[in-house]
T-cell receptor, first 113, second 111 residues
Framework: DTGVSQDPRHKITKRGQNVTFRCDPI?????LYWYRQTLGQGPEFLTY????????KSRLLSDRFSAERPKGSFSTLEIQRTEQGDSAMYLC???????????FGPGTRLTVT | EDQVTQSPEALRLQEGESSSLNCSYT??????LFWYRQDPGKGPEFLFT???AGEEKEKERLKATLTKKESFLHITAPKPEDSATYLC????????????FGRGTSLIVHP
């Protein structure tokens, strides 16, 4: 059972720098989600992919954020010109189509100083 | 817009003291309701999926139930290792089927 993996697990960066996170979903899952979670809050939806197509982005998602899923496999989430407000846990999840539950990875903890 | 409200925000129990967590939801056509457990600094771990009112699922000391407006997570005779944040999420039928999460209930079980 390989599960969902994310890399890196922790990232500390200075304000204004760009960062990129990677997510490897469960191999047979065609849906991939990105969520953001801050302390004391539930996961907040950012964007999702069905295979390689990015089908929806949250209205809260700044233009500084971009995500890709080339060939419908792994996905990357890039944040440009990071701000202190970007500090959060970034969670990736995958599911098999629209049916059933999403399985989460361990998350990437981003700290912007 | 789908809404999920969890209560209480925090709950402290003594070991063996049973209780329930609540998840109230507003969604246009429920496709599924999910319960997750999240330990500090980790990603949510899937527990249960409920699809229709009256459905129940059990796993060890946990039992999830569903009505047309809310879901309960019953914890029977909890142990300290049950301490975690419990998250509820709903998936609406139609549209994009994106799970919407509540803020969670932080459970601490004292020995």
């Amino acid at each position: 059972d390989t599960g969902v993996s994310q890399d890196p697990r922790h990232k500390i960066t200075k304000r204004g720098q760009n960062v990129t996170f990677r997510c490897d979903p469960i191999s047979e899952h065609n849906r991939l989600y990105w969520y953001r979670q801050t302390l004391g809050q539930g996961p907040e939806f950012l964007t999702y992919f069905q295979n390689e197509a990015q089908l929806e982005k949250s209205r809260l998602l700044s233009d500084r954020f971009s995500a890709e899923r080339p060939k419908g496999s792994f996905s990357t989430l890039e944040i440009q010109r990071t701000e202190q407000g970007d500090s959060a846990m970034y969670l990736c999840a995958s599911s098999l189509g629209t049916e059933g539950q999403a399985y989460f990875g361990p998350g990437t903890r981003l700290t912007v100083t | 817009e789908d809404q999920v409200t969890q209560s209480p925000e925090a709950l402290r129990l003594q070991e063996g003291e049973s209780s329930s967590l609540n998840c109230s939801y507003t969604v246009s056509g429920l496709r599924g309701l999910f319960w997750y457990r999240q330990d500090p600094g980790k990603g949510p771990e899937f527990l249960f999926t409920l699809y229709s009112a009256g459905e129940e699922k059990e796993k060890e000391r946990l039992k999830a139930t569903l009505t047309k407006k809310e879901s309960f997570l019953h914890i029977t005779a909890p142990k300290p290792e049950d301490s975690a944040t419990y998250l509820c999420a709903v998936q609406a039928g139609g549209g994009s089927y994106i799970p919407t999460f509540g803020r969670g209930t932080s459970l601490i079980v004292h020995p």
